[in-house]
């Protein structure tokens, strides 16, 4: 047990629809990543948050939207969903730095599964 | 940019054998770090090891090895005497700054007992 927490575990929607997934970190954990892992994308990285500021995005559809709040829990945000966004969404967290040279340990939870039907 | 290529997609082995999981990184930093992540059927990720590019030594944690090799921008990962247990997606990673993890395409191993 990573001590990540990710809910929901399942979640199975229509085209056009939204969702909230839910990440909440390990105890101390100030940063907070989201993944997405598709079957045509792979395992790729989406989007940062360090103690409630956007750090870094990467491959992040203009769909999607996160966010971090106060009680450093997370939520990325799907709208319109496609087909296509089928996968299963990871939260990770580490300890955060404001060194950006420096590596945290990212610590994974057990992933959401989203089917877009 | 970053780059990780896992060029086995799929690796099949009778249970006792070794086995060489293949990652070829590119990125033009100078301090990076190098990972391996198992990824069982269950679906959730394992961390099985990190790297800095500072420390070439190469690694051994019970049947697992790693072997890093700057001069060909290699982080091999072997698991000796495979068990059905190792079957699994592998995946390999690279981390520069901010910390986000560029995977690879990962390798799926089958241990056939």
């Known amino acids: 047990d990573s001590g990540v927490t990710q809910t929901p575990k399942h979640l199975i929607t229509a085209t056009g629809q939204r969702v909230t997934l839910r990440c909440s970190p390990r105890s101390g954990d100030l940063s907070v990543y989201w993944y997405q892992q598709s079957l045509d994308q792979g395992l790729q990285f989406l989007i940062q948050?360090?103690?409630?500021?956007?750090?870094a995005k990467g491959n992040i559809l203009e769909r999607f939207s996160a966010q971090q709040f106060p009680d450093l829990h997370s939520e990325l945000n799907l709208s319109s969903l496609e087909l296509g966004d089928s996968a299963l969404y990871f939260c990770?967290?580490?300890?955060?730095?404001?060194?950006?040279?420096?590596?945290?340990?990212?610590?994974f939870g057990p992933g959401t599964r989203l089917t877009v039907l | 940019a970053q780059k990780v290529t896992q060029a086995q997609t799929e690796i099949s082995v009778v249970e006792k054998e070794d086995v060489t999981l293949d990652c070829v990184y590119e990125?033009?930093?100078?301090?990076?770090?190098l990972f391996w992540y198992k990824q069982p059927p269950s679906g959730e990720l394992v961390f099985l090891i990190r790297?800095?590019?500072?420390?070439?030594q190469n690694e051994i944690s019970g049947r697992y090895s790693w072997n890093f090799q700057k001069s060909t921008s290699s982080f091999n990962f072997t698991i000796t005497a495979s068990q059905v247990v190792d079957s699994a997606v592998y995946f390999c990673?690279?981390?520069?700054?901010?910390?986000?993890?560029?995977f690879g395409t990962g390798t799926r191993l089958t241990v056939i007992p």
């Open positions: 990770a967290s580490s300890v955060g730095t404001l060194d950006l040279k420096s590596y945290n340990e990212q610590f």
């Open positions: 990673a690279l981390s520069t700054g901010a910390n986000n993890l560029f």
């Open positions: 790297r800095n590019s500072f420390d070439e």
């Open positions: 990125t033009r930093d100078t301090t990076y770090y």
């Open positions: 948050y360090y103690n409630g500021e956007e750090r």
